[in-house]
């Protein structure tokens, strides 16, 4: 795939100032060389873990464009399809909720999300765990979503428990049938979540072997169609899609099968065999994934020597790589429609009043992207500034203490400038508290952050992998850099990422931002970026406060936050600390959230 640059002198730069698309006050677009999306005879467009960040990225110009220049894409993207005589799908694989302001901000949560989602015409859908922990939040996904989506809403392995009558049904139908536009291609199309365990109870997650037995499964893979679309809030490595691509396989020696996942928060893509072919596409918006397929795909017309080629891309939510892949500029990209849900989130974010600042960031804080401890280190920063600070028990004041924090608590960088209302959702979007334990011995309550940092599990026998208190990314990262010897100092390229071809030469500056190299190869990015660092963090960070300066204390209060009470609990036993639920008590009043929004009120300046 030859690389085309994009150069882009001032005065579209200029032009895009003009027109306004994106959200008011959001970062400008960079220009960047660009790789050309590969069209095919069936294409797919993705989005996956956008965890309500239908605004776009405010602060980070590479992905400011908003749900409202999605639409404008999909617009000319289907236009463009008709005239290729070609067809395009959109599909969207779950945890559209939790994690930005325009969700959480408002009350109930989601007042203004459901109704600026439902505008993009989404083919398939599914649903994420994000959907399913709070019961609240599973009645309104099939109160608004699954009713906004009609017969695209798939659910192949949820139920559902209506909490009027008690009666369980299916999320939405098991599978769904149809035809394409303009080639008339049969499709039938699955939507699956993981083995998930940690949903409310007004749901059922049918672990996925379980459902590639039941016989309406067996009779829908038995279906006539011409391709098989498989969507899912699934890791593409994860042993559910291998199960559920295993057993259509076994029916259909030579149908293609089309996978689309997520929940893993990367970019990735697979082959499951030379027919079958999966893609995520990373999360909160960042990217919008491409699949495309092109080949003799009717079922009448397949032998075993017809063969199919696939294409995927990470397209960056760049406006101007949105302009560039459409052929078109700030004029003439956004469509009316693109406008008027551009116009509905403006609205909205206005009403929950997500740009009120707290305070301005004088520097950014990363999380992974500069090392820990470290001056750019949020874990730094909580560790030595804010938590001695508001870790403070009235009471308890004098008592020296030990404050842990899981770095999974924290889910974005910190930017320089505003921090706002929809900052605080951003890096930190949970509930959690600060609890305490009072008087641990020192000699035990000091172990407990080496027992809680441990790779893998706190104890063979327990089922809690310490790694769920860390972030989910390195979920999977830290499986590819425990293989390599960069473990060693710490540092890899973020998500087996490294640098493209050379940057040397005469192309335009290459902007930070995701280098993939997948199991295809390492020219899915649409983009052209230098590879962003990735440092690993430890699962929980540590606080020591009001210590002697000299000697050890006897006991210390041991404070945490409430998330990983089973784990810390379970490593005071392993020291021979005997503490259960009982002894653990609210230590400070607030969420963490709320907790490091004050902070920064009275500690940073008011304005930038
Ligand atoms: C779910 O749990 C809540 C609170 O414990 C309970 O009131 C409710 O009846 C349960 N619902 C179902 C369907 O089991
Ligand atoms: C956009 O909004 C205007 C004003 O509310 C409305 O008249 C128009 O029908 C909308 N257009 C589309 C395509 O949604």
């Keep these: 795939m030859a690389l085309k640059a994009v150069v882009m002198g001032s005065a579209v730069a200029a032009l895009a100032r003009m027109a306004a698309a994106a959200q008011p006050g959001a970062a400008k677009p960079v220009p960047a060389p ?89 083919d398939i859908i599914c649903t994420g765990n994000h959907e399913l922990y709070i019961a609240s939040t599973a009645d309104r996904e099939h109160q608004h979503t699954v009713p906004n ?22 999320m939405a139908q098991r599978y769904r049938k149809f035809q394409t536009k303009n080639q008339k291609l049969d499709i039938v199309a699955f939507g699956f979540l993981f083995d998930f365990t940690g949903n409310a109870n007004n749901t059922i997650v049918q672990p996925v072997r379980d459902t590639v037995r039941e016989p309406w499964f067996q009779s829908a893979i038995r279906e006539e169609t011409d391709v098989f679309v498989v969507i899912g809030h699934v890791g593409v490595q994860m042993p559910e899609f291998k199960a559920v691509f295993r057993a259509i396989r076994k029916q259909n020696p030579l149908t293609p099968i089309l996978f689309f996942g997520g929940h893993v928060h990367i970019r990735d893509a697979t082959a499951y065999d030379s027919r079958s072919f999966a893609v995520a596409s990373g999360r909160y918006f960042e990217t919008i994934g491409w699949m495309s397929v092109d080949g003799e795909l ?6 075993e020597e017809s063969g199919f080629s696939f294409h995927r891309r990470y397209i960056d939510n760049n406006l101007l790589g949105l302009h560039y892949h459409t052929g078109l500029d700030a004029t003439t990209f956004p469509t009316e429609h693109g406008r008027n849900v551009s116009a509905m989130i403006t609205k909205a974010r206005a009403a929950v009043d997500l740009d009120y600042a707290f305070g301005c960031a004088p520097k950014t804080l990363w999380m992974s992207r500069s090392p820990y401890p470290g001056g750019s280190s949020i874990y730094s920063w909580l560790e030595e500034e804010v938590l001695p600070d508001v870790a403070v028990n009235p009471h308890r004041k004098d008592v020296p203490r030990l404050v842990i924090v899981n770095t999974g608590a924290i889910r974005f960088d ?116 230098t590879p962003v660092n990735f440092y690993v963090v430890p699962n929980c960070i540590q606080a020591e406060i009001d210590l002697p300066s000299d000697g050890e204390p006897d006991t210390v209060d041991l404070v945490f936050m409430d998330f ?29 959230t709320e907790l490091m929004a004050g902070w920064i009120e009275k500690n940073w300046p008011r304005h930038c």
Aim: proline share 4%.
């Design 414 to 529: 910190i930017f320089k400038g505003a921090f706002t209302r929809d900052t605080t959702y951003i890096v930190s979007p949970f509930l959690s508290v600060l609890v305490y334990i009072p008087d641990v011995p020192y000699r035990t309550a000091r172990k407990v952050i080496k027992l809680l940092n441990n790779a893998g599990k706190i104890m063979e026998s327990a089922p809690m992998d310490n790694r769920f208190m860390a972030i989910p990314e390195q979920l999977v990262i830290h499986e590819s850099i425990i293989h390599e010897d960069a473990a060693s100092d710490m540092q890899v390229d973020g998500n087996h990422q490294k640098p493209l071809g050379d940057s040397a030469g005469t192309r335009p500056r290459l902007t930070d931002g995701y280098t993939t190299r997948d199991d295809i190869g390492n020219d899915g990015d649409d983009t052209v970026h």
């Design 34 to 122: 660009m790789r050309d999306l590969v069209w095919g005879r069936l294409n797919v467009l993705h989005t996956t873990d956008t965890h309500g960040w239908h605004g776009g990225h405010l602060q980070e110009s590479q992905y400011s464009a908003d749900w409202g220049d999605y639409v404008s894409f999909a617009e000319h993207m289907h236009r463009s399809a008709d005239k290729r005589g070609v067809d395009l799908l959109l599909v969207d694989t779950g945890d559209r909720v939790e994690g930005n302001g325009l969700y959480d901000a408002s009350s109930p949560k989601g007042k203004y999300y459901y109704d600026i989602y439902r505008e993009q015409h989404v």
């Design 564 to 592: 990983i009470t089973p784990w810390v609990l379970m490593a005071l036993r392993l020291l021979g600390g005997e503490y259960s639920e009982k002894d653990v008590e609210l230590y400070v009043e607030g969420t963490f």
């Design 298 to 303: 009717e079922r009448t017309a397949v032998s």
């Design 149 to 170: 989506f009609k017969e695209n809403y798939v659910a192949s392995n949820l139920d559902y428990i209506d909490p009027k009558s008690g009666e369980r049904m299916p």
